[in-house]
């Protein structure tokens, strides 16, 4: 769909096997993420597909997700992108927001710390 001058493309299927088609270069400027809970679909939280998502991304792009823990942030932290505080999403605090080169906004220290650790 283009509206504006913008286009919007929605890719339906098993993300798994969907991103696989894709092409594997920086394409998209932004990315909605929201799979079922890292809980359900773990796989799709995991380093690798996180790794998968920042190789379609143009560099200044945007993710945005619903999800704020640990291991989250870190699985997009640890394929390269720099992972910052989201927006309220209905009753969390925050979500995560995450961009290859963009600036995204700040996490408290603590926070970002504990991505930088090992696990």
């Known amino acids: 769909t283009s509206v504006a001058g913008l286009r919007l493309r929605l890719w339906l299927g098993d993300a798994r096997t969907t991103i696989l088609a894709l092409p594997g270069v920086p394409t998209y400027d932004a990315v909605f993420f929201d799979p ?3 809980r359900v679909e773990s796989e799709l939280w995991s380093e690798p ?12 792009a945007r993710l945005s997700t619903y999800a704020a823990g640990s291991a989250v942030r870190r699985a997009l932290y640890r394929a390269g992108l720099q992972v910052g505080a989201g927006a309220r999403v209905g009753a969390k605090r ?25 696990p």
């Open 36 to 38: 079922f809970s890292p």
């Open 49 to 60: 597909f996180c790794r998968e998502l920042a190789l379609r991304m143009q560099p200044q």
């Open 94 to 118: 925050e979500g995560t927001v995450a961009s290859p080169q963009g600036a995204v906004p700040a996490l408290e220290p603590r926070v970002l710390r504990r991505l930088q650790r090992d």
